[in-house]
């Protein structure tokens, strides 16, 4: 179910989608929509979770916050490879500036994202590998900056590998200062 909203909010956008539509994306009644979600709202930010929860795992796969920071380029490069290749427009969707997007979705994708991003953070500053930081904070403020080079770079018509390189490496820099 949480695929087939994926699939249908990203082609369609929030306010064009209906829980029946996501039900017969998915193969199953609207009534189980319902039951496992409650209502459109829930099932969007349950879908946001999800992509959230995965990118988030793909930026740090096989990361060992222990062992100290990892490359910060291979780290940016794996979340603009996780918004182009896994449900891409559902990506694009949960970057989008338009107002008629789900506010709730985006904000449920972010804190998936910022809570992990906090766990790190906090690993390294008892660790005094950074100093002077709210872990939170700083999870915030990293995650706007890969957030705002993805919003950049995913909003033109089509991007470029070349494209795509240049805002990981700026992206990178930026984390990295």
């Not at 929030?14 to 039951?35: D, F, K, L, N, P």
């Not at 390294?124 to 770079?153: D, H, K, M, T, Y």
Request: with cysteine; charged share 25%.
């Amino acid at each position: 179910m949480l695929a087939a909203a994926s699939r249908l909010f990203g082609r369609r956008g929030y306010t064009a989608v209906t829980t029946v539509m996501v039900a017969e994306e998915a193969g199953v009644s609207e009534g189980t929509i319902y039951h496992y979600f409650g209502s459109k709202d829930a099932l969007v930010c349950a879908a946001a979770a999800r992509y959230g929860r995965g990118f988030a795992e793909a930026m740090f796969d096989g990361f060992d916050p222990n062992a100290g920071p990892p490359d910060v380029d291979a780290v940016i490069r794996r979340a603009f490879a996780y918004v182009r290749f896994s449900d891409p427009l559902f990506g694009v969707f949960l970057l989008a500036d338009d107002a008629g997007q789900s506010l709730p979705a985006k904000r449920a994708n972010r804190t998936e994202i910022v809570t992990r991003l906090t766990e790190i953070f906090s690993v390294w500053r008892n660790q005094g590998l950074i100093r002077r930081a709210e872990p939170r904070i700083l999870a915030e403020l990293s995650f706007g900056l890969v957030e705002a080079g993805l919003r950049e770079c995913y909003a033109r018509e089509s991007t470029t590998a070349a494209v795509e390189e240049a805002y990981v490496a700026e992206v990178a820099q930026c984390i990295r200062g």
